[in-house]
Each structure stands twice: as structure tokens, then as C-alpha cells.
């Protein structure tokens, strides 16, 4: 069973970047595909991102792609999110995701293990 640990959330304006990170840890992380969701207040946890067990495949979801790449190190069981030109609708909190199987656009119920979320807010 894997443990997952998110990182790197915070206050941003809008226009500016920032990193989210995802350690995980009690897993082989090499095994498991992973994602980043995201859920705003009011609203439902919605796929943000997505990367193969070896980081070949990736995906995004249409409100950002071009503005945010998906990468990961399975050498040290770390999963990160850049996320550039962000705007207020990125305003959420971000969780990442370990499943399984590869989904190009997974729905939340397709992975098993979440970590707790880092909050971003991005101020216009």
C-alpha cells in the first residue's frame, strides 16, 4: 500500500507559476499510475492531470493543457505538477492519486490511494 504526500501549494497571483510535489512512500512507485485531481469549494473533485507507471503516456484535461506538465522521478518516488499562467479558476485544493491501471481521461473512482491535498490559491 502506498502513501502519498502532497507539497508545494500556496498563494500565487494570477500569471504566475507554481510546483506542487507528491512523495510517495510504502509502494514500489514504479508499479502505480498516477494523477493529480482538484477540487474547488462548491465543487466536485475534477481530473487535472495523468502519467503512465513510466512516465511515457500523460494526459490533461482541456482547462490545462498547455499551461501544465506532469512529470515524475520513479527513481525517487516523486510526482510533480507545473502549473504556469495559472488564473483564479485554478483555485482549488490539489490531491494526488495512485491507481493501478492507465485511464487517458480517469474519473476519481479509478485510483486507489489519494493523499490529504496542498491548497492553491491564486489571487487575480
Known amino acids: 500500500q502506498v502513501q502519498l504526500a502532497e507539497s508545494g501549494g500556496g498563494l500565487v497571483q494570477a500569471g504566475g507559476s507554481l510546483t506542487l510535489s507528491c512523495a510517495a512512500s510504502g509502494g514500489t512507485f514504479s508499479n502505480y499510475y498516477m494523477g493529480w485531481f482538484r477540487q474547488a469549494p462548491g465543487k466536485e473533485r475534477e481530473f487535472v492531470a495523468a502519467?503512465?507507471?513510466?512516465?511515457?503516456?500523460?494526459s490533461y484535461a482541456d482547462s490545462v493543457k498547455g499551461r501544465f506538465t506532469i512529470s515524475r522521478d520513479n527513481a525517487k518516488s516523486t510526482l510533480s505538477l507545473r502549473m504556469d499562467s495559472l488564473t483564479p479558476e485554478d483555485t482549488a485544493v490539489y490531491y494526488c492519486?495512485?491507481?493501478?491501471?492507465?485511464?487517458?481521461?480517469?474519473?476519481?473512482?479509478?485510483?486507489?490511494?489519494w493523499g490529504q491535498g496542498t491548497r492553491v490559491t491564486v489571487s487575480s
Open positions: 492519486a495512485a491507481g493501478r491501471r492507465w485511464y487517458r481521461t480517469p474519473t476519481k473512482d479509478d485510483y486507489d490511494y
Open positions: 502519467i503512465s507507471n513510466s512516465g511515457v503516456r500523460s
